[in-house]
C-alpha cells in the first residue's frame, strides 16, 4: 500500500494566527485525531460481475480502491496531499480497466494552481489504469470518460468537444464531435453503435445522437428549452429525454411553480419526438432533481421512471413509454436521495430520508414488487450501487464511524469492503447527536441536530455554538455526511463538543430533505432574507435552555453558510460573541452581479441589499473570523473584500486568513486543517477564556 505523504503549499500565516491565540485547554478529541480516517468517494459497481471501485481520500492523498468480490486494493500510485481531485470513474466491459479524471479542481473547466507551482495550473485529465496492475496512462484533458459497451472505445468530454481513444495503449485521443454548446450526459445505445449526449448552448440545451457509422449527429426534436437526462431504450432505436420550459429564474431565489417540465420519447434515427407526459400545473410543475447522475431511468417493464414533487415532496414514479397515466413508486414525507437501475433494467435501488435525518438504501423489483428496506439499522447509506450480477453496494456511516465503502451481504446485513477504521479513529470519544425542532421568529419549525458534550448533565452551564451548512440545498445529518465537505465539517462540530460546547447543526430552510415547502422557502435568500428567521429562532432556543450559557454563543459557517453567519452577527451581535466565516456572502446584489445574473434594478435591488448582512452592518459589534481562498470560482473573492472594507470602516474587531491559490471546496487536506484549527481556535478565544 502507498503511503501519503503531506505536500505543504504555503502557511496562510495560520502559524502566526495560532500562536496569538492557543486553545484554552488540551481537549479530548485533536483535529487530526477525527479527521484522519480515509473519506470514500465516487463509488460506481461495474455492469457485469460484483466489482466496484471508489476513491479514497487519505489525508489529502486520493487513490483508487477496487474490490472484485470481497477483496479489495488500492490500484493507483498517489502519495501526495497535492491538491488533486480525483473522481468520474468509469469501468470497461470486462471489468480489466478503470478510466478516471485528475485534477487540481474537476468542478469545472477553468484550470486551478492549487500546487502554487511556477508553471501555472495543471489542468483536468483523463487517465486509465488496469486493476490488474501497473501505471496509469493519460489520455488526453478532459471530463466524464465513459467505455463502449464492447470495451473497445472510451470518449470523454472536453467543453464542446467529445474526444474518443481506442482502449489499446498508446492510442492518441481526437475529436469525435466538436459543438457549440458544452457536452454533458453522454449515453452509448445498448449495442454501442450511438452516441446520446446533451449540448448546452447558452440560453437552451439540445440533445443530440451521434452515429459511428455514418458519422452523422441528430438532433432530438429541437427547441428553445432545456432538454437533459437522455436514457436510450433497450433495443437502442428510441431516446427518451426530460424538457425543462427556459424561464428566467433569478439565482438563489425560491421556484415553486413554473411552466410545466415534461418527459419526451425521440427516434434515434430520425430525431422525430413525442411528448409522453407532462407534469400537472402548481406544485411540481417545477422540475427538482435528485442527487442522482441521471435523473430519468427506462426499465425492463417499458416504463421510465422519474423524480416528481406532485405532493410536495420528492417522490419516484414510472410512467409507460407509450404514454398513460403515472404511477407512485415511492410515497410519504420523505426525499429520494440517489437512484440506480440495474444493468439489467429488472430493479431499482434508491436511498431515501424516511428516516428523516438519515438516508438509507431501498429496492423494488420492477415485477410487481414494492420498495424494500436493504437493511435495518441505525446507520447512514447512500450513493447506492449495484453490479451486473445484482450485488449492492453504498457509502455508510454513523454518529461515530466514518464514512466506509460497504456491500450488502446475506441476511440483510452490510459488509465492510476494507477493514474497520484505523484503530486510533476515536469513536469511543464521539457523541451522538439528536434530531431537535424548534419554531423559527416567523413560526416556520427548524430542523436541526443537538450535540450534547459528555458532562451536559452537570450543574455548570456550557458555551454553545451555532453551525450553519453550504449550498443551500444541503442537509446535515445523525452522523458523518456522505457529501464531501459536510463530511469534514461533522468531525469540527465532533470536536468542538468534545472541548465542553453545546453545538447545534441548523438545517435551515433553503435546504433539502424536508419537501418542498422548506426547500423553496417564500422570501428566500436576496428575496427577502427569511432563513434570517431561522438564525433569530435558533438563537432564542439556545438561550431557553438551562444548559446553555447565553452570554457565550458563537457562530460558523462556509459558502452560503458563511452567508448564515454573517446574517447572524448581523442581525443579532447583541446575542452572538463571536463569529467564524469561511467564503460568505456578504452583498447580494453584487454577488448576483459578478455571477452574470443581476437582479433587475429597483424593487429587487433594494430587496438584495436589504436581505444582506451588509444593509445592518452598524448593528455588528462582535469580533469575526473572515477565511477566504483567493482562486475561489463559487463565491468570490469580493464578497470578503466588500466585508472586510466595512469591518474596517465600522471599526469591528476582525481577523483575516487568506489561502493563495485554493478553491471554494478547499483541494488540500493540509488547508482544511489549517482553516478548522484556525475556527477552534477563534471561538475558543472568545467562548472559552
Same mark, same amino acid.
Given at each position: 500500500m502507498h503511503i501519503c505523504m503531506r505536500l505543504l503549499v504555503g502557511s496562510f500565516s495560520i502559524a502566526a494566527f495560532l500562536t496569538q491565540a492557543a486553545p484554552a485547554h488540551a481537549a479530548p478529541v485533536s483535529i487530526e485525531e477525527v479527521m484522519q480516517a480515509p473519506y470514500p468517494s465516487s463509488l460506481v459497481a461495474s455492469a457485469k460481475g460484483n466489482s466496484v471501485a471508489w476513491v479514497f481520500d487519505t489525508k489529502g492523498c486520493r487513490n483508487i480502491w477496487v474490490a472484485q468480490g470481497a477483496h479489495a486494493r488500492q490500484i493507483t500510485p498517489y502519495t501526495l496531499d497535492d491538491g488533486f481531485d480525483?473522481?468520474?470513474?468509469?469501468?470497461?466491459?470486462?471489468?480489466?480497466?478503470?478510466?478516471?479524471?485528475?485534477?487540481?479542481?474537476?468542478?469545472?473547466?477553468?484550470?486551478?494552481?492549487?500546487?502554487?507551482?511556477?508553471?501555472?495550473?495543471?489542468?483536468?485529465?483523463?487517465?486509465?489504469?488496469?486493476?490488474?496492475?501497473?501505471?496509469p496512462r493519460k489520455v488526453g484533458g478532459g471530463h466524464s470518460p465513459s467505455f463502449s459497451p464492447d470495451g473497445t472505445r472510451l470518449v470523454f468530454a472536453d467543453k464542446g468537444k467529445i474526444m474518443t481513444a481506442a482502449t489499446d495503449a498508446?492510442?492518441?485521443?481526437?475529436?469525435?464531435?466538436?459543438?457549440?454548446?458544452?457536452?454533458?450526459?453522454?449515453?452509448?445505445?445498448?449495442?454501442?453503435?450511438?452516441?446520446?449526449?446533451?449540448?448546452?448552448?447558452?440560453?437552451?440545451?439540445?440533445?443530440?445522437?451521434?452515429?459511428?457509422?455514418?458519422?452523422?449527429?441528430t438532433w432530438l426534436s429541437p427547441s428553445l428549452d432545456h432538454d437533459t437526462s437522455p436514457v436510450f431504450s433497450a433495443a437502442g432505436s428510441e431516446v427518451a429525454f426530460i424538457r425543462i420550459p427556459s424561464e428566467k429564474n433569478p439565482g438563489f431565489v425560491s421556484h415553486r411553480a413554473g411552466q410545466p417540465w415534461s418527459i419526451w420519447v425521440a427516434d434515434a434515427a430520425s430525431g422525430a419526438g413525442r411528448r409522453v407526459w407532462v407534469a400537472d400545473g402548481g406544485v411540481g410543475s417545477a422540475f427538482a432533481p435528485t442527487l442522482a447522475q441521471k435523473n430519468l431511468l427506462w426499465n425492463s417493464n417499458d416504463e421510465l421512471v422519474f423524480p416528481w414533487e406532485k405532493t410536495g415532496w420528492l417522490q419516484l414514479y414510472a410512467i409507460p413509454v407509450r404514454g398513460g397515466a403515472p404511477r407512485s413508486i415511492t410515497q410519504g414525507q420523505f426525499e429520494v436521495v440517489h437512484m440506480v437501475l440495474s444493468p439489467d433494467r429488472r430493479r431499482l435501488v434508491y436511498s431515501s430520508n424516511e428516516d428523516i435525518d438519515r438516508m438509507h438504501v431501498w429496492t423494488v423489483?420492477?415485477?410487481?414488487?414494492?420498495?424494500?428496506?436493504?437493511? *435495518?439499522?441505525?446507520?447512514? $447509506?447512500?450513493?447506492?450501487?449495484?453490479?451486473? +450480477? =445484482?450485488?449492492?453496494?453504498?457509502? #455508510?456511516?454513523?454518529?461515530?464511524?466514518?464514512?466506509?465503502?460497504?456491500?450488502?451481504?446475506?441476511?440483510?446485513?452490510?459488509?465492510?469492503?476494507?477493514?474497520?477504521?484505523?484503530?486510533?479513529?476515536?469513536?469511543? *470519544?464521539?457523541?451522538?447527536? $439528536?434530531?431537535?425542532?424548534?419554531?423559527?421568529? +416567523? =413560526?416556520?419549525?427548524?430542523?436541526? #441536530?443537538?450535540?450534547?458534550?459528555?458532562?451536559?448533565?452537570?450543574?455548570?452551564?456550557?458555551?454553545?455554538?451555532?453551525?450553519?451548512?453550504?449550498?443551500?440545498?444541503?442537509?446535515?445529518?445523525?452522523?458523518?455526511?456522505?457529501?464531501?465537505?459536510?463530511?469534514?465539517?461533522?468531525?469540527?462540530?465532533?470536536?468542538?463538543?468534545?472541548?465542553g460546547y453545546i453545538v447545534i447543526s441548523v438545517n435551515y430552510r433553503g435546504g433539502i430533505g424536508y419537501g418542498l415547502d422548506y426547500r423553496e422557502a417564500n422570501n428566500f435568500g436576496p428575496d427577502g432574507g427569511s432563513e434570517v428567521n431561522d438564525i433569530l429562532g435558533t438563537v432564542t432556543y439556545l438561550q431557553g435552555r438551562k444548559d446553555v450559557d447565553a452570554r457565550k454563543v458563537g457562530v460558523w459557517g462556509g459558502s452560503y453558510g458563511g452567508l448564515m453567519t454573517a446574517l447572524a452577527l448581523a442581525r443579532a451581535s447583541k446575542d452572538i460573541a463571536v463569529g467564524v466565516d469561511y467564503a460568505g456572502v456578504y452583498n447580494w446584489d453584487s454577488m448576483l452581479a459578478s455571477l452574470g445574473a443581476p437582479v433587475e434594478p429597483g424593487e429587487a435591488t433594494r430587496r438584495g441589499f436589504d436581505s444582506s448582512p451588509i444593509a445592518t452592518i452598524d448593528q455588528w459589534h462582535s469580533p469575526v473570523l473572515v477565511v477566504q481562498a483567493d482562486d475561489d470560482r463559487n463565491v468570490p473573492l469580493q464578497q470578503s473584500v466588500e466585508l472586510i472594507e466595512d469591518l474596517r470602516l465600522h471599526h469591528i474587531d476582525h481577523d483575516v486568513i487568506m489561502m493563495p491559490n485554493e478553491i471554494h471546496d478547499l483541494a488540500h487536506y493540509s488547508s482544511w486543517i489549517a482553516l478548522f484549527k484556525a475556527t477552534d481556535t477563534y471561538l475558543n478565544r472568545y467562548l472559552l477564556q
Open positions: 480525483v473522481g468520474d470513474l468509469a469501468w470497461s466491459a470486462d471489468e480489466s480497466l478503470v478510466a478516471y479524471v485528475r485534477g487540481g479542481s474537476i468542478e469545472d473547466d477553468q484550470p486551478a494552481n492549487v500546487n502554487n507551482s511556477p508553471e501555472g495550473a495543471a489542468p483536468k485529465e483523463v487517465w486509465v489504469i488496469s486493476t490488474s496492475g501497473g501505471a498508446g492510442s492518441a485521443a481526437t475529436p469525435l464531435i466538436v459543438d457549440q454548446g458544452r457536452i454533458a450526459s453522454m449515453t452509448f445505445s445498448p449495442d454501442g453503435k450511438k452516441l446520446a449526449f446533451v449540448s448546452a448552448r447558452k440560453e437552451h440545451s439540445l440533445v443530440g445522437v451521434y452515429d459511428f457509422a455514418a458519422r452523422t449527429i423489483d420492477f415485477m410487481g414488487g414494492k420498495p424494500t428496506l436493504a437493511s *435495518k439499522d441505525h446507520a447512514i $447509506e447512500d450513493y447506492p450501487q449495484i453490479s451486473g +450480477d =445484482g450485488t449492492i453496494f453504498a457509502l #455508510q456511516s454513523d454518529a461515530t464511524k466514518p464514512l466506509q465503502p460497504v456491500m450488502l451481504a446475506a441476511a440483510g446485513r452490510w459488509q465492510l469492503l476494507v477493514p474497520e477504521a484505523s484503530a486510533a479513529f476515536p469513536s469511543a *470519544k464521539l457523541v451522538t447527536p $439528536e434530531a431537535v425542532t424548534y419554531a423559527a421568529k +416567523d =413560526g416556520q419549525l427548524v430542523h436541526a #441536530q443537538l450535540f450534547l458534550p459528555r458532562d451536559a448533565g452537570g450543574t455548570k452551564p456550557h458555551p454553545a455554538i451555532m453551525f450553519y451548512h453550504g449550498g443551500p440545498r444541503r442537509q446535515m445529518l445523525l452522523g458523518f455526511n456522505p457529501m464531501g465537505a459536510y463530511n469534514w465539517m461533522y468531525a469540527l462540530n465532533q470536536r468542538l463538543v468534545s472541548e
